[in-house]
């Protein structure tokens, strides 16, 4: 069977909404792994970017322990 716009077209005509949410999500994963296969980054690149977030990532982690010890004093 040859698939073509139109033939999909009349197929998605014919789903449910709940179906056709389904599709929608399937298409954006489709767009979201071509943009993913799209980025290629060198070891280097990687290296450089993990060391500009670090900071942030240790401040983030950092924050959420003060709200871990408060939430481990209150089950005691």
């Not at 296969?37 to 993990?50: F, G, I, K, P, W």
């Amino acid at each position: 069977m040859t698939i073509t716009s139109e033939t999909i077209k009349q197929e998605l005509d014919r789903l449910s909404d709940e179906q056709l949410r389904a599709v929608a999500d399937f298409i954006a994963f489709l767009k979201f792994r071509d943009r993913r296969d799209r980025v290629n980054l060198t070891a280097n690149q990687l290296a450089s970017l993990a060391t500009e977030f670090a900071e942030e990532d240790r401040t983030l982690a950092e924050a959420g322990m003060d709200d871990y010890v408060e939430l481990l004093g209150q089950e005691d």
